[in-house]
């Protein structure tokens, strides 16, 4: 089993930044692929970044602005020139494989096994 937990969520302004963080722990060994992921009210979750290995992928209504990373047993996420858009919980997730394993894509959540409970980000304009 592997735990994540999820950190740095809160509140900014339009056109600044926020830096997220998520621990994982557990049997990390196990774990290829980390994701970020977003969930507005009334809306469907989404993935917004990953990275698998050495390979990141961002959804283009991020890329430029938001920026994943991992470092040993954290997982980061560094958003900037946030937008009220960006408003969420944000959720990092992690899976022993590729979403291609399951016929999924990258950024799809049904690749990712385990999950975080979330952290809210606001972002007024």
């Known amino acids: 089993q592997v735990q994540l937990v999820e950190s740095g969520g809160g509140s900014a302004q339009a056109g600044g930044s926020l830096r997220l963080s998520c621990g994982v722990s557990?049997?990390?060994?196990?774990?290829?692929?980390l994701g970020w992921f977003r969930q507005a009210p009334g809306e469907e979750r989404y993935g917004v970044a990953r990275?698998?290995?050495?390979s990141t992928t961002y959804a283009d209504s991020v890329k430029g602005r938001f920026t994943i990373s991992k470092d040993k047993a954290i997982l980061s996420l560094q958003m900037s020139s946030l937008e009220p858009g960006d408003s969420a919980d944000y959720y990092c997730?992690?899976?022993?494989?590729?979403?291609?394993?399951?016929?999924?894509?990258?950024?799809?959540?049904?690749?990712?096994?385990?999950w975080g409970k979330g952290t809210q980000v606001t972002v007024s304009s």
């Open positions: 997730a992690a899976d022993p494989y590729e979403g291609s394993s399951y016929g999924v894509t990258p950024l799809d959540p049904k690749g990712y096994r385990f």
């Open positions: 557990g049997d990390t060994s196990s774990i290829y692929c």
């Open positions: 990275v698998c290995g050495d």
